[in-house]
């Protein structure tokens, strides 16, 4: 045997990184004419929240100027935003929605 034995002692494994989809924040703004009733029912309606959650997540919108409503895949979120804008809209209120990568 020649003694070299440098390549046998090392092991390399190679293991592939769990891919995770990046997620994205649903963001809700706060403005001076949506009546909060109204941003409780989307809140409710669109994100499965109760009646106590969706209050408590409305005043801190009110109060903060914005939070964060969910967390979902890139086209949950699009279809998310695009049904509070649209319900808003037909409605007549200037409430924003948008979505932002985490
Ligand atoms: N600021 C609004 C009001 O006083 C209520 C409101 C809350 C509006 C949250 C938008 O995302 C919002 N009627």
Known sequence: ???????????????????RPPLYKVLLLNDDYTPMEFVVHILERFFGMTHAQ?????????????????VFSFEVAETKVAQVMDFARRHQHPLQCTMEKE
Do not use: C, P, W, Y
């Open 1 to 19: 045997k020649d003694g070299n034995d440098q390549d046998a002692s090392v092991i390399t494994k190679t293991r592939a990184k769990t891919q």
């Open 54 to 70: 969706a209050f408590e997540i409305m005043l801190t919108v009110h109060k903060k100027g914005v939070a964060v409503v969910g």
